[in-house]
């Protein structure tokens, strides 16, 4: 088999696979219920929260609505379910901080070390569905050390459209195959190499909870699979 | 006279402002000439080269030709100067590499400390008529220490077009008001302060070489006029 060339870039997906959403929406939600006196199921909440992500862009992705960043899309999606949960009476101010719940979630145990080892040796930048302002500030609270916040805003497309993939990769000016996607999900990753990417999958077993049901393990062929970043950077030689 | 809001994030002029283009373009010139054979007056060839960017970027501005990122525009420059100096011979490689001169750009003394210092306390983007790649591969040299990288690229449109300003602050979620921009050129200020944003200029009185003759001095009412970027963090309280 040829060599492939070598890989210049890595990008991140991000929700899941660089930071613990649910754990931290669940935390931002009860915390808010605990200030102001309202109670719920935070944890169903968080997931009915994740759970109308999909259907929110794929209305933008079907072209059923002009693009739409995900902050928006969010924020849609809080009002509907405060008052599926019977949450009510909140100012649009304390939505809005709700709706940044988005942008205060906490990375995974090994996120911020292993990015550290692998910025030695790639550009790393994000190939996220979150918007750019939601990426920058998550990275300035968490500590995410990318060299270039790009995905879905900039490339104006939602993964798993090909333009995602495609335009990130243009923006850095490299060709796909000098791209390697890093995600804990097996359908983004087999998106990416149909596109000419490389891939690593990244376990995070407990992404949807503690009784996560998908992507607990490789379904393809990928490049790379580890358990952490840390691992990662050991496999690529960091 | 009312407060204003408090600034939250810095959008850094790049070329001039944070990097010394002339003295790494003529360096970068110069020892290709030295390795290849070929001999110029490279600092008069570094400055025909910036000489040739408003008119190349003014094309894209009007609409005369369609979005172009800068890369592109420096190559069609690169290989007219090539032949007025009579460089000849060179690879369609060696041409590329020689472009790519405005990836290594070299920062001014005083940016990667001071922008170190201002990081602790605003959000850092770019704001550079250079392409994303351009300015991902600039800072990972030179480490410069961005939380995001925007610009004309992302918003589609050259300086001193109000878009590109408005874009990046929108890609921040701020309004104009919570954003600054470092700048050392007046039109560039001039610009901002009219679309709302607040402004500091910042002394660089030899990025045009040793006989600059403009912007040696603030000719607006700048809220801010420093000689570095750590005098930039002092006024600032970083």
Redesign the interface.
Known sequence: MASAPPVEALLFDVFGTVVDWRTSVSRELSEFGARSGHTADWEAFADAWRGLYQPAMEEVRLGCRPWTIL?TLHRESLVTLLEQFAVTGLSDDEIDYLNRAWHRLDPWPDSVAGLARLKTKF?L?TISNG???LL?NM??RAELPW????GA??ARAYKPMPEAYLRTAQ????APERCMLVAAHNDDLTRAASLGMRTAFIRRPTEYGPHQTKDLEPSGEWDTVADSFCELADQLGC
């Open positions: 902050d550009t930048a918007n750019i302002a920058v990275a300035k060299d270039a916040i790009l805003e900039p923006f850095l000016a490299m």
